[in-house]
């Protein structure tokens, strides 16, 4: 199984011919699978060009973004949860952070003042983006292996109660995916031990939106560096990384 990194938020996951796009900024081909886990544009667009080129898509999503990207055109839709060539996958939404507490009030105002134009944009395709929550993605494949894709789920907001709950659900995962908000990374350094997951990716999804926006960017690897100090086996998954796993098996014996 190889994990791909493709910029923005989209990852991309291989395994027996078979291809999987988490939230695609550059259109997937026919007969992929598409998970959609937020409203972002650029999580979205990629599906959006892929529907109105015609391609046969599977795309699993809740059911506002499935009802909005019918508007572009047919795919197959499955509301929160899917069967798809042996894999099992299921979403769960969670709270996100407010504009302000994810990004800080000071750096959005002096975004606004450098770069007006693309700061317009952005709200504008906020107002055009289907309204639905962030969400989770949990994929088991037929061997039972598991993947969490955590998201942006875990900060110094979320709910101690969720988490515990994610936790109890899906501790010993063999492959857990989380992003990291700007200066959230206490956070994530506390939990996502806690997981113990097999492998653990620490993706950046929000450095290239940041960047557009004129927003200051976190390195993510003094985070990984402190996650492998407690014992995990972290990785740095960044824009153009790509990561193979030989050793999990994936098919059923």
Known sequence: MRLSHHGFAHLQLDWRGQILHFDPVYPPNDDEIVVLTWNWMSRLKGVVAAIQAGRRLHVVAPPEALDWLSRYGAFEGYVLDAQLNGVSISLFPY??????????DWSRLKSVVKRPQRAIGRL?????????????????????????????????????????????????????????????????????????????????????????????????????????????????????????????????E
Not at 96 to 103: C, K, N, R, V
Not at 220 to 240: I, R
């Open 124 to 252: 504008w395709e906020r107002f055009e983006a289907p309204d639905f929550s962030p969400m989770i993605a949990h994929l088991e494949f037929p061997s039972g292996a598991r993947l969490l894709h955590m998201n942006l789920s875990i900060n110094e907001l979320t709910e101690i109660v969720w988490i515990k709950k994610m936790i109890e659900k899906f501790r010993g995962c063999d492959w857990l995916i989380s992003g990291c908000d700007y200066q959230h990374d206490g956070a994530i350094i506390r939990h996502l031990p806690d997981f113990a997951p097999k492998h653990l990716l620490l993706a950046d999804l929000i450095g290239d939106f940041r960047k557009g926006m004129g927003l200051p960017t976190q390195i993510l690897t003094p985070v990984v560096d402190k996650l492998s100090n407690k014992g995990l086996s972290a990785h740095v998954f960044v824009s153009q990384a790509s990561y193979r796993f030989d050793t999990i098996p994936i098919e059923a």
């Open 95 to 104: 709270a996100p952070l407010s504009s302000g507490e994810a990004h800080g």
